[in-house]
């Protein structure tokens, strides 16, 4: 007996053929949500090491690689998905904010500065916590 061909892009169909991957709008929006809260957490991280030492370069790496794994893992591809598909996607404030840095020139010190200034409550509107994208 043969084995099928293993495929992370998409599910197999009768013919052995593979189709396109397609979201549903809620795996869309729990991944942004998902994405959110662990975006959060890291700056939270960030700001609670942040308050009781002052952070070495190392550690400063560390925060960034794990925001830029987050934002390339799970926010970019889903937002290509959305932009590809028409779809409007809401991003939450966290992931906005963390969007906004370009990773091969932001300074260490200017992430830093960047990630010990958010502050999530600080964003006033009828919907405080969201951004729109695409559509």
Known sequence: MSATPASTSGSPNPGNHYQPLTLSLATISCTL???ASHVR???SQYQTEAANSDLSSDLVQYFKAG???EMNTFVTPVLQYSTAHNIMSVVLVPVAH???LTWNTVLDDIFSSHLHAF???AHPGLFPNMY???G
């Open 41 to 43: 957490a890291c700056i």
């Open 119 to 121: 502050d999530d409550e």
């Open 67 to 69: 925001l830029q794994w």
């Open 98 to 100: 963390i969007l906004m």
């Open 33 to 35: 949500a998902m994405a």
């Open 132 to 134: 729109v994208h695409g």
